[in-house]
């Protein structure tokens, strides 16, 4: 019985080795062993979203899945996305549109809201409400989040012609 | 808060998956998508000793459609529903009951096996088979079986899977042309638990609806048949269906309600969903 695990994975496209509890979440080791602190701990049960990462490209809970299962996966966090420039523009609207207060929720909030614009070029405002329903935001009230967003996915539409 | 210390097994097979199981007793529990498992532990509400990992199993996420059946593998994630045009065609109710299964992170994680072993009360998936008196393909030690729908759910978290047993896939009756499939749940916040849920499906033809069958969810300790209710609404009579759900459902109360407004709201979710099961196809 292996209460502790050998991992490698990539976590923002560098090869990382470590040895894990088993018992360790996703979020944990990136913010504590990588001190990659961008991703949010918040409700630790699946509820709040704050601690959303992309595992092999997708978004998913970081709370809700082990270190140890991302052994040979490829993760990428808010640092990764904020450092390669994918989401500059959804950084930059956020701001602009004041969609963010304390701050808590925003790592999560923008990986999900590049989820969906990777996705669906023209969401509607149901839909992307619909989308970031599983993130917590306690500050905004969402409305100029689901502004930021929307602008986003017009600006985007946009640069395409 | 974090998980009570545990040990980690990778099953390579669904052999494999029991053998391990049969090995360490009631110590080990089976790990799927972990989108309801992980938050346990986490919450200290369980503590295992060993974890059995079934996400390196090759072959169990797959959606085909076979002899009149769709087979759904038990790792196939509820995005890869979401996204499947077999299921959209020929399991149409889990496809209008997928918005409304949590959000899309953990769509990308959660099974419809771990949903339909856990057996949550208040989840979707388990009502959906039952609504459409699916199977459920059981592996154990002593071989492969399948149970019934309507025999599966026992009680509160419990159903006809053993100690040693791994639910491996379900398979679902594909959609007839005369079918008719209706969804609807209230909750809290798009994606949470139902506070009060139905799914339903029957045949609808020259007016008149036959072979209903009624899921309720979040209203009981696991879905349940409201039997009164599709024999009014098969008699054509909506009214008399929405006053038989008084004996065909008594819901405790929980967290989320009391069990005279779940009662209340079956009747509100059984006026839309005969909506659903009789509007005019365009």
Do not use: W
């Not at chain 1, 808010?78 to 609207?93: P, R």
């Not at chain 2, 998980?3 to 494999?16: G, I, L, M, Q």
């Not at chain 2, 020929?90 to 769509?107: E, G, N, Q, Y």
Request: glycine share 10%; net charge neutral.
């Amino acid at each position: 019985m292996n209460e502790m695990c050998d991992i490698s994975l990539t976590v923002n496209g560098e090869r990382v080795s470590e040895r894990v509890e088993a018992r360790k979440s996703l979020v944990d080791f990136l913010r504590d062993d990588l001190t990659l602190t961008g991703s949010h701990v918040g409700c630790e049960h699946g509820v709040c979203g704050a601690c959303t990462v992309r595992v092999n490209g997708e978004i998913v809970r970081g709370c809700l899945m082990l270190a140890v299962q991302c052994d040979g996966a490829s993760v990428e966090t808010i640092e990764g996305v904020s450092d390669s420039g994918e989401i500059a523009d959804l950084q930059e609207a956020f701001q602009k549109r004041n969609a963010l207060q304390c701050g808590f929720c925003t790592p999560g909030m923008l990986l999900t809201a590049q989820d969906l614009l990777s996705n669906d070029q023209t969401p509607s405002r149901d839909h992307i409400r619909e989308h970031i329903s599983g993130n917590y935001c306690r500050c905004t009230g969402y409305h100029a989040i689901v502004d930021a967003v929307e602008s986003v996915a017009q600006a985007r539409k946009g640069s395409r012609k | 808060m974090k998980p009570a210390p545990f040990a980690y097994a990778k099953a390579r097979s669904v052999e494999d998956a029991i053998a391990l199981l049969a090995q360490h007793g009631e110590g080990a529990k089976l790990l799927a998508g972990g989108q309801s498992l992980i938050a346990t532990l986490n919450m200290r509400l369980s503590a295992p000793r060993i974890l059995i990992d079934l996400n390196g199993i090759a072959g169990l996420n797959s959606i085909t459609l076979k002899g009149g059946e769709v087979e759904i593998g038990a790792m196939t994630r509820h995005a890869e529903i979401e996204r499947s045009d077999v299921i959209r065609k020929h399991a149409p109710l889990i496809a209008m009951a997928m918005p409304h299964i949590a959000h899309p992170a953990i769509r990308n994680r959660g099974t419809i096996g771990g949903s339909i072993a856990f057996a949550d009360p208040a989840a979707e998936l388990p009502a959906c088979l039952l609504a459409l008196g699916g199977l459920v393909e059981i592996a154990g030690p002593k071989g492969k079986r399948t149970v019934k729908a309507d025999d599966y759910f026992k009680g509160l978290y419990e159903t006809a899977i053993g100690a040693c047993d791994m639910l491996t896939g379900i398979r679902l009756p594909a959609a007839p042309a005369a079918s008719r499939y209706g969804f609807a749940e209230l909750s809290r916040r798009h994606g949470d638990y139902a506070v009060a849920g139905l799914a339903a499906s029957a045949t609808f033809a020259s007016g008149k609806l036959t072979k209903v069958r009624l899921a309720f969810f979040g209203v009981d300790l696991t879905p349940v048949r409201a039997k009164a209710a599709e024999m009014a609404l098969a008699g054509g009579d909506l009214d008399k269906a929405v006053a038989a759900l008084a004996s065909d459902l008594d819901p405790p109360d929980d967290i989320q309600e009391n069990g005279a407004v779940k009662k209340h709201l079956a009747g509100v979710l059984l006026r839309r969903v005969v909506q659903q099961l009789t509007e005019t196809r365009a």
